[in-house]
Every structure is written in structure tokens, then in C-alpha cells.
């Protein structure tokens, strides 16, 4: 006799399992048409730098381990300054352990966001002066900087409708 329990019962089971997924909030992010909020305090492969803030103190160049940032400077006998004649980093060469942006003491120099930085050209990885400037297509990211890390969006790591609201727009 053929008992219907004995095999009814599993793909009974089965089913409970496969229509409680169907209803469950998508925890996979459709890269790259849905993005997550990455942290605030992210160190992304570019750097963000102040033309403004920046005085020409080479303090970056110093504390960098792997020698990516070049700066040539000027003296400007008239204001009795330094001006910064030529900023150049190496991405290439560049290890984003952040140590620049904390040994600048003009606040002159911060991490980005962005981590989509692959070129097929090693001489693309060098960016120069106006290329490093922050842009709405480049913010700052908080990092060692708490006074930016709070004006951001929280980081998630679920496909919210704050990603999803974006698109929309």
C-alpha cells in the first residue's frame, strides 16, 4: 500500500520553504542597476584634495609609505606663502591606508567614494591637480573627518528604498 504521508509530507515542506522566499525582502543587490550605501567613513581608490585648503607643506608626501604623492611648489614672495604648482597622485601605486589625509593638518585632503576605478592604461591611474578637486560626481567621504561623515547617508547592506527612490529621480 502506497502511504501518501510518507512522500506528501516532504515536498509539503519543500513548497513552505520555496513560497516563504517568494515574500522575503531581496537580500541580493542587482549590481550595478541597485547600490548599496557604502559606509561614510569608506576609503575609496581616489583621493579628494582642497585647492583652497591646501598650503604646499608636502605633509602628505612625507607620511605616504609608498611614495604616490608628488607636489611641487612655488614661492610667492608678494603673500609670503607657498603655492602649489603641481599635485599628482599615483592610484596605481597608492594603497588607501589613509595616512595622508590624517597627517594633512589643513584639512586640505580626503578619501573618496568611489572603488570603480580599473583603467586599461597604467598612465590613467596618475591623476593630476583639477582631476582631484571634489565634485557632486566625487564627494568626500567622512573618514577622519566626523564632521562629514554626519551630513551622509546611513550605510546599508540590504537594497533599501533610499536606493531605490534615486533611480526614480
Not at 125 to 130: G, K, R, T, Y
Request: contains cysteine; aromatic residues 10%; positive net charge.
Amino acid at each position: 500500500m502506497f502511504k501518501f504521508e510518507r512522500f506528501g509530507l516532504g515536498i509539503f515542506k519543500g513548497m513552505t520553504v520555496t513560497i516563504r522566499h517568494l515574500f522575503r525582502h531581496p537580500t541580493v543587490s542587482q549590481y550595478p542597476e541597485q547600490r548599496l550605501n557604502i559606509s561614510r567613513r569608506t576609503r575609496g581608490n581616489e583621493l579628494i584634495w582642497s585647492r583652497e585648503r591646501c598650503t604646499g607643506c608636502a605633509t602628505c608626501a612625507k607620511a605616504c609609505p609608498q611614495g604616490a604623492i608628488e607636489i611641487v611648489t612655488a614661492a610667492n614672495t608678494a603673500e609670503n606663502k607657498y603655492n602649489v604648482t603641481k599635485y599628482r597622485v599615483d592610484t596605481g601605486y597608492c594603497i588607501q591606508c589613509g595616512l595622508c589625509v590624517e597627517a594633512c593638518p589643513y584639512d586640505a585632503l580626503f578619501m573618496g567614494f568611489s572603488f570603480e576605478r580599473a583603467k586599461y592604461r597604467r598612465a590613467d591611474l596618475v591623476q593630476e591637480d583639477d582631476a582631484l578637486a571634489e565634485s557632486p560626481e566625487r564627494p568626500a567621504s567622512g573618514y577622519f573627518h566626523p564632521d562629514i561623515a554626519a551630513k551622509l547617508p546611513e550605510q546599508t547592506l540590504l537594497v533599501d528604498k533610499i536606493t531605490e527612490k534615486r533611480k526614480k529621480q
